[in-house]
């Protein structure tokens, strides 16, 4: 009986010892399969390019080897910026944590081989070229509110022609795919559904976004403001009684002490757009650039007023800036705000939108018309009395810096010493092969300000023009015109110490380093300036040091 008994077990652990082999040899890591995963979690943040994918964790269940994967282990795709068709996005690194397993995403530049230096001009060499990594913004193609994907000039198979000819529209959901490799792409875990909305039915948990919802930048809606829009009328698809936007509260803000108001407002065609189907690209102001999400460590109140492009209309009684100035106004009358401190952040041409908020504020005429001569938008005005508070500071990025636009205004020449007068303070940057330079009307608005009594220490200290180099933006495979990414990207907390740099593995590297109250000039290849021996001076502070400390 001893012996049979002893057999008996003898089986039992072959048998044993035989599966345990086999439960390894079906998980081990490269064997992997999409079935063996218990949930997906995306994490985004900000890059250079937008709000984009940094993360991912994949739990696997228990009992599945993950030991030994590496990033080969895994496909990662996600639709692209510049096109719909879905790409493979690089993994830098892999880190295993028990079931977990991260992959960490390449969030740098997507500049192709073909990317050249210098763009413009007689020497240009080549195109500015770029495939974006994973981010919620697409450059040139958009989804309808029926699920279709509108791209390209025609019809195809897979897309429908984009025919409004529209862009730079926000994602709802990231359209991440994952599974491995040597698994048949079928088989890939899918974030969004086939109509581009987040799939509750599957692996993938909601995407964790750093910068939005509860730890970030809300609407205004979901922050229950409601601020009556002139779009109320509007004839482009969609009338809106409020104004859209976000708003970023600090979470120490208890109303003790006054704190800075910071308001961005997007370009062209990164503003608010709608469609006759309601399609719209609302959120493409906060997630394009860092402009608003790098100010929430800097104690301050932010705001993205999501202004109307010139994309559809606005109809015939929208006016921007009284939509913009009642913003302001109901947070002065809201929270406890410095009025000193109220900032406002342009790009393209919102700084054109920027000029003309803050003419209407010093009580001078202003265009409603968003982007040029518009005979039928006569020059308006804000009710005297009504607005008891102007532009304290203007960042000014890659456009017009209180510059004449014919049709905007007749009065420049008076206009000028007005705004002087209100103690505006104004940082402007150009790129070097950018469309716009800044030189001429920043000479002539130092003269304005002394004549109207500003003293050269004061000048200098709070009227400011810096310049770019093209290596700043080439290798992110951006146009010179991207002032604001870089700026934010780069220049938010650190000086800018002059254009005798590069940028390797991202970073910014000075072969040479003029020092503060030194000055530099931009060799201008492709781009010819209105002053091309104009010195810029090197300022001792970064951005956000001086915004702050007006």
């Known amino acids: 009986m001893k012996i049979r008994h002893w057999l008996v077990y003898l089986l039992i652990l072959s048998l044993t010892l035989l599966t345990a082999c086999s439960d390894d040899d079906n998980n081990h890591d490269d064997q992997l399969h999409v079935s063996d995963i218990e949930s997906i979690q995306a994490y985004t943040d900000q890059t250079f390019y937008g709000e984009g994918l940094v993360s991912v964790d994949i739990t696997y269940k228990a009992g599945v080897h993950v030991s030994e994967v590496t990033a080969d282990t895994y496909i990662l795709e996600d639709r692209g910026v510049e096109s719909p068709d879905f790409h493979t996005l690089a993994i830098d690194d892999v880190v295993v944590n028990g079931q977990v397993v991260t992959l960490f995403v390449n969030t740098g530049t997507g500049a192709t ?49 984009n025919s409004a000819g529209v862009g730079y529209y926000t994602r709802e959901s990231l359209e991440l795919k994952l599974h491995h490799s040597g698994e048949p792409e079928e088989s890939a875990a899918s974030l969004a559904n086939e109509y581009g909305r987040y799939n509750q039915t599957g692996l993938w948990k909601e995407t964790i976004d750093a910068n939005f919802n509860s730890n970030g930048f809300i609407s205004f809606e979901d922050a229950e403001i409601y601020i009556p829009s002139t779009a109320a009328t509007s004839l482009d698809g969609d009338a809106d009684p409020y104004v859209r936007g976000w708003v970023y509260v ?10 800075p108001l910071i308001i961005t407002i997007a370009g062209n065609g990164t503003s608010f757009w709608i469609l006759p189907d309601g399609t719209n690209n609302f959120g493409t102001g906060a997630k394009f650039d860092a402009s608003g999400i790098r100010w929430m460590d800097s104690g301050a109140i932010v705001l993205n007023i999501h202004d109307r492009s010139i994309v559809g209309g606005g109809g015939d009684d929208y006016d921007f800036v009284v939509d913009d100035v009642n913003t302001i106004k ?14 406002l952040s342009g790009n393209s041409r919102s700084t054109a939108a920027c000029d003309q908020i803050i003419r209407a504020l010093a009580g001078l005429t202003y265009s409603a018309n968003q982007d040029g001569p518009n005979p039928t938008a006569p ?18 990025n890659n456009g017009a810096l209180l510059r004449n636009f014919p049709g905007f205004w007749d009065d420049y020449e008076t206009s000028l010493p007005v705004l002087a007068n209100t103690g ?10 950018d469309m716009h330079n800044n030189i001429a009307i920043f000479k002539e608005l130092v003269s ?28 992110w495979g951006v146009s010179d015109h991207n002032v604001t990414r870089v700026l934010y990207h780069y220049f938010y907390d650190s000086i800018y110490y002059g254009p005798d740099l590069q940028v390797v593995d991202g970073e910014v590297v000075y072969t040479s380093q003029a020092q503060p109250g030194e000055t530099y000039q931009l060799l201008y290849r492709g781009n010819p300036p209105s002053d091309p021996e104009y010195e810029y001076l090197v300022y001792p502070e970064s ?3 001086w915004v702050l400390n007006p």
């Open 543 to 545: 951005t956000k040091e």
């Open 113 to 161: 081989e073909e990317n050249a230096l210098i763009y413009r001009g007689d020497n240009a060499t080549g195109s500015r070229l770029k495939v974006t990594p994973s981010v919620y913004i697409a450059d040139n193609w958009y989804r309808s509110v029926d699920g279709n994907i509108h791209y390209g000039d025609e019809d195809s198979d897979d897309y429908v022609a």
């Open 330 to 343: 109901y947070f002065l009358e809201n929270y406890n705000i410095d009025q000193s401190q109220i900032v």
């Open 379 to 396: 020059d308006r005005s804000l009710p005297e009395g009504e607005y008891n508070f102007t532009i304290g500071t203007f960042v000014c």
């Open 448 to 475: 304005v300000y002394s004549n109207a009594g500003y003293s050269d220490e004061w000048i200098e200290e709070n009227l400011r023009l810096s310049g770019y180099p093209s290596e700043l933006f080439s290798y």
């Open 250 to 259: 600090p979470e120490s803000y208890d109303g003790s002490v006054s704190v």
């Open 424 to 433: 505006l303070r104004f940082w402007a940057t150009d790129g070097e092969q």
